[in-house]
């Protein structure tokens, strides 16, 4: 009993602290050093007799920490707006729809990209083969000439692009090919010249590392595809769950509705707070890990918004002072700049935390039925069928999705 409820008050500390003192209160306090640092180095009059009277009243000190902390729980309250704004449903009608046309904007150029490669993927190995043997040595290693100054050349270009990691066009690999084979097909009755068998060698690996360039790059820009946009993204019906979001943060959010929806017919708009309980009531860790990767998007989505509001006010404030040029160029170019890093940041914790949504679906789907005495489905289409009945009865009451409890022994 004891045991149990000093777990219980350590896990409450440190929600406190990861919740509140981390999350809320770390990115107020820079705020208010920053405004305060900017406040000094301009010195209006106003705070320059503020500060005086400081120094010398303790009370002020003491309202100043109070006030800290009531700002910080202001901000943790606000933490479903701001998450509302990054995902663009509150932003006005033209950032809306501005951001909606660079999402599909976007979107469409992926399209185009895995159109390209897997035109490329699914004809790559049969055109590497093709120049496998074009660069067969001839029949017991004789005949040959020396490789001519342009062919290696043109291998040695090659060569670099691959060290680097660069794309390599098959152009230029073409024309290696071709150049290699006349030296190849020469005929002569001496030995393979060390030189041609060195270039032979060099133009198979720069061939094997562009099959595998394509390969990587098809597999990439599907998962990019996968992670970053809603709804089946190769499908052309439409769905309610292909709908873009004004922002790639909001598209990465809506991911993980999708992601549910498309492989099990799971809406997690209905059943999320079951996956909640399902997880605390395992030993597995998941929950905490969400929290984890949860704390970090709200840490740098706080930064991120009290970054653009210090931008949004000192910017035109330094401007119509005049007073202060350097102190104007530096806020107006740090403020977006280090916005854009919050937000790239932001998001790429966004992908990691919807991963780990995606994940606990996948393991405690079957729990959240056994929790609410529903058997487990036979396969997969009888799966999809389930739930779609479930939340049918449960998010929408609808009479005709009727169910047979299981009894527990």
């Known amino acids: 009993m004891l045991t149990s409820l000093l777990t219980a008050i350590q896990g409450a500390f440190a929600s406190f602290t990861r919740g509140f003192l981390i999350v809320s209160l770390v990115p107020t306090l820079l705020f208010l050093a920053t405004n305060l640092a900017l406040l000094s180095a301009v010195n209006w009059d106003w705070f320059s007799a503020l ?34 704004l990054t995902e663009g449903e509150d932003l006005p009608g033209p950032l809306r729809w501005y951001g909606h046309s660079v999402q599909r904007y976007r979107l469409d150029c992926l399209h ?25 040595l001839p029949a017991g290693a004789v005949g040959g000439s020396i490789p001519s100054a342009p062919a290696l050349q043109l291998i040695r270009k090659l060569e670099r692009r691959r060290r680097l990691g660069w794309e390599i066009p098959f152009g230029g690999i073409q024309q290696a090919v071709h150049a290699l084979y006349l030296h190849l097909t020469a005929g002569g009755t001496s030995v393979t010249p060390p030189e041609l068998r060195e270039a032979r060698r060099q133009l198979s690996r720069i061939i094997r590392y562009a099959r595998d360039r394509v390969k990587h790059d098809n597999r990439n820009v599907h998962n990019q595809l996968q992670a970053s946009f809603p709804g089946q993204v190769f499908d052309p019906d439409v769905s309610t769950d292909n709908i873009l979001a004004p922002t790639g943060f909001g598209n990465i959010g809506r991911t993980m509705r999708s992601y549910a929806l498309r492989r099990y017919g799971l809406d997690l708009d209905i059943f999320w707070s079951r996956f909640q309980k399902a997880m605390a009531d395992t030993t597995s860790k998941m929950g905490e890990n969400l929290a984890g990767q949860k704390s970090q998007v709200d840490f740098l989505l706080n930064m991120l918004w009290l970054t653009l509001l210090t931008g949004a006010f000192w910017t035109p404030a330094l401007w119509i002072e005049g007073g202060h040029p350097l102190w104007f160029v530096v806020v107006a170019i740090a403020s977006p700049a280090l916005g854009w890093l919050l937000y790239d940041a ?8 919807a991963d780990q949504v995606r994940t606990s679906v996948d393991f405690f789907r079957f729990e959240v039925l056994k929790q609410l005495q529903i058997g487990v489905p036979n396969g997969t289409e009888d799966e999809v069928v389930l739930w779609e009945r479930l939340g049918n009865r449960i998010g929408y009451a609808r009479k005709d999705a009727t169910f047979v409890y299981v009894r527990k022994s």
């Open 51 to 84: 500060k005086t009277n400081a120094a010398a009243n303790s009370l002020v000190a003491s309202l100043w920490t109070v006030g800290s902390a009531s700002a910080a729980l202001v901000l943790g309250a606000l933490q479903p707006l701001l998450y509302r």
């Open 112 to 136: 185009e990209e895995a159109k390209k490669i897997a035109d490329l993927y699914n004809g790559i190995d049969r055109m590497c083969d093709g120049w496998m043997a074009n660069l067969a």
């Open 346 to 353: 932001a998001c790429r914790a966004y992908l990691v935390f």
